[in-house]
C-alpha cells in the first residue's frame, strides 16, 4: 500500500508540474565572455510556448516539448540553429545546448 501511495505521488508530481515562468542562465560564450539570459515559459492551449529574452532582445523557442521532465526546443541565433536538450529537477534546468558541433552547459533556474 505504501509503495502504491508513494507511486500514485511522484505520477502526479510529473504529470502536474507546471515550468510556466521566467528560468535565469549565463553561459559562456563561444567568443568568450558570459551570456545572461531567461528562458520563458507559458501555456497556451494547454501546451506550453516560450522565448528567450536577454539583453538582445527575444528569440522564439521553436518545437518546444515539455514532457514530464524532460525539454527540447531549438531556436536562432546570428544564422545559427542552436539545439536544446535537458531535463528539470525541482526549480533547475540542466540543459546541452548544440550548434554547429559546438556543445555547452545550461543551468537555468527557475525566478521565485
Known amino acids: ?11 502526479s508530481a510529473i504529470l502536474f508540474a507546471d515550468y510556466t515562468g521566467n528560468w535565469a542562465y549565463t553561459v559562456a560564450s563561444p567568443e568568450g565572455g558570459t551570456i545572461s539570459a531567461e ?37 536562432y541565433y546570428q544564422g545559427y540553429k542552436v539545439n536544446l536538450q535537458g531535463t528539470f529537477k525541482d526549480d533547475v534546468l540542466n540543459c546541452i ?10 543551468v537555468a533556474k527557475k525566478k521565485k
Open 97 to 106: 545546448g548544440s550548434a554547429e558541433g559546438y556543445e555547452f552547459p545550461i
Open 1 to 11: 500500500m505504501k509503495t502504491l501511495i508513494a507511486s500514485l505521488c511522484f505520477l
Open 39 to 75: 528562458f520563458v515559459f507559458a501555456k497556451e492551449d494547454g501546451k506550453y510556448v516560450g522565448h528567450i529574452a536577454g539583453d538582445e532582445g527575444t528569440l522564439p523557442l521553436k518545437d518546444l516539448k515539455i514532457e514530464g521532465k524532460d525539454f527540447s526546443s531549438h531556436f
